[in-house]
C-alpha cells in the first residue's frame, strides 16, 4: 500500500479488513476506503434472517446472471426525475450527491443538475439507456 500511494499518490486504495481496530493504521498507511469484511457478512446474515426478502435483493444484484444492477454515476443535464421517467427513464434514483450531501430516496419532483452524482438501480438491460439520459457518464 505504502509503495503504490507513493508511486501512484491520487490512485484510490481500498482495504478489504478482517481485523477490528486496524482502520486507524490502514488510515495511516494511505487507505481511502476500508471495507469491514465482518460488518457486510455480518449485516448480511442478520438480514437473511430478520429480512431475508431484501438480503435476496443485494445477493441478485451482486449476481451477473440477475437483470437487477445497482450503479453510480454523474448527470449531465437539468431535469426533474419524473421529467426523465416522462422521457423513458427506467432505473430508481436511490441516492443524489450534490455538494458532498446526500439525498437519499429524492422525490419525483428533485431537480438533478449537471455535476450531481446519484445511486440507481434497475434493470441491467434499462441501465445503459438510462444513464445516456442521465448524460453525465460514470
Known amino acids: 500500500m505504502l509503495k503504490t500511494r507513493k508511486l501512484r499518490g491520487g ?3 481500498i482495504v478489504l479488513s478482517r481485523k477490528r481496530g486496524m482502520r486507524d ?3 495511516q498507511a494511505g487507505a481511502t476506503r476500508i471495507v469491514d469484511a465482518y460488518d457486510i457478512v455480518g449485516r448480511l446474515l442478520a438480514g437473511s434472517v430478520f429480512e ?6 443485494l445477493y441478485d444484484m451482486a449476481e451477473s446472471s440477475k437483470d437487477l444492477d445497482i450503479t453510480e454515476a454523474g448527470v449531465g443535464v437539468e431535469a426533474t426525475i419524473e421529467e426523465l421517467e416522462q422521457q423513458g427513464f427506467k432505473a430508481h434514483i436511490i441516492l443524489v450527491e450534490r455538494n458532498n450531501e446526500r439525498i437519499y430516496t429524492p422525490p419525483y419532483n428533485f431537480r438533478l443538475k449537471p455535476g450531481d452524482k446519484v445511486v440507481l438501480v434497475g434493470n441491467a438491460s434499462d441501465i445503459a439507456r438510462d444513464l445516456r439520459m442521465l ?4
Open 11 to 13: 490512485v484510490p486504495i
Open 25 to 27: 493504521i490502514y488510515k
Open 52 to 57: 431475508p426478502l431484501a438480503s435476496e435483493v
Open 135 to 138: 448524460g453525465g457518464g460514470s
